[in-house]
């Protein structure tokens, strides 16, 4: 049985806040490997593709709107840290404009709070407040509290909507996202590094043969994933137990790390036969993808570092950079200066689109 009592409260410590910079820092420079290692063969890939079960679908017809709107809940989880609220800021003004737009079927919006406490942000943001895990449950590997997060906001609170956009508070819309969950089957993000054929060893421990094929576990996380409600309440208590089943397990969590509650949602839905719809235009993260075009979300998980002239420098610190790590401990300034000539449109748009959001977020100067 979860506890009840909140785990977390009153300022990080300069300690905390050293720890929490080295993880990332290393989670930056896998991911940053990663990408670089795979740079070549995405990009050679088609941007826009689709499927459902191995089977390539239209993504074209897929995106047109058709019958009835269909209206989505926009849900993120949230810590109380700086860091965490700055972004969700600027991820809930982008949410209220693009909700107006032509082409959107967002509806309603909460950020779940998982520190146990209200904080100043509950009267600019609409807010659910729900516990973190019990104390040292997650071994400071703090996303685990996001599928607990959920389960919790599931059971205490009245959704509208019958589908629930799961986001995170680094996402900025970019174009009015319309519902890409079609029928029984949800639209998801596929990521490049979450390869279940690759670790079938792994995923059987929590995935039996008599489940079905590896291929069934979906290559992708919790986000963003466009997903029926009912559909989400029967997964979220399954994501929860496999993530915790997960990070009890050394070679699972030696195996996957930083993304072992990705994995985690992925195995949780093909458990309760679950397949999603991927969607490559759902997200880009700059500075790997270049265009913004017709997608949907910018994902700024990734540093990007620049020299002057423009050449993207690969995980060392550039002359000009952006990276919402070097903002811990508050909110970026207003007014960031834009990239030099030659940096990708997606990093430029990303950074006009924090300056404007900055420029109208009232208090903004006082801090998050």
């Not at 700055?86 to 003004?93: G, H, L, S």
């Not at 489940?211 to 009912?230: A, E, F, L, M």
């Not at 420098?313 to 007014?335: A, C, H, M, Q, V």
Request: charged share 25%; net charge neutral.
């Amino acid at each position: 049985m979860i506890g009840r009592k909140s785990a977390m409260g009153g300022k990080a410590s300069p300690f905390f806040l050293i720890i929490l910079s080295l993880g990332f820092f290393v989670a930056t420079y896998n991911l940053v490997t990663l990408v670089i290692h795979n740079l070549n063969q995405e990009s050679s890939k088609e941007l826009m593709g689709a499927r459902v079960s191995g089977r390539k679908i239209d993504i074209s017809e897929g995106s047109k709107r058709s019958g009835p709107r269909r209206p989505f809940h926009v849900a993120l989880t949230a810590t109380d840290a700086a860091y965490s609220k700055w972004q969700c800021r600027i991820m809930y003004y982008w949410y209220k404009k693009m909700k107006e737009e032509e082409g959107s079927e967002m509806g309603g919006f909460t950020r779940i709070l998982h520190s146990g406490n209200p904080d100043e942000l509950i009267g600019e943001i609409p807010t659910v407040v729900v516990n973190p895990l019990p104390s040292g449950m997650d071994r400071g590997y703090i996303v685990l509290n996001r599928p607990w997060a959920f389960v919790q906001w599931l059971e205490k609170t009245e959704i509208a909507e019958d589908y629930i956009l799961m986001a995170e508070p680094d996402h900025i819309f970019v174009n009015p996202l319309p519902n890409l969950a079609r029928g029984g089957y949800p639209a998801a993000f596929p990521f490049f590094y979450i390869k279940p054929s690759e670790n079938e060893k792994i995923i059987r421990k929590f995935y039996p043969e008599d489940k079905g094929p590896v291929t069934d576990v979906d290559p992708i996380g919790n986000s963003p994933v466009i997903i029926q409600k009912s559909q989400l309440e029967k997964v979220a208590p399954t994501w929860m137990n496999v993530s915790l089943k997960m990070k009890d397990d050394p070679e699972t969590d030696k195996a996957f790390g930083w993304v072992l509650e990705m994995y985690a949602y992925a195995i949780a839905s093909a458990l309760h036969g679950v397949q999603h719809i991927l969607r490559k235009d759902f997200m880009i993260q700059p500075p790997w993808d270049l265009k913004v075009g017709k997608t949907f979300i910018i994902h700024y998980t990734y540093g990007c570092d620049y020299s002057l002239k423009g050449e993207l420098t690969y995980g060392k610190i550039g002359e000009w950079r952006f990276d919402k790590r070097s903002y811990l401990r508050g909110p970026p300034p207003r007014n960031l200066s834009l990239p030099p000539a030659g940096v990708p449109e997606s990093v430029v748009t990303l950074v006009k689109m924090v300056n404007e959001a900055t420029a109208n977020i009232p208090g903004w100067e006082d801090g998050s």
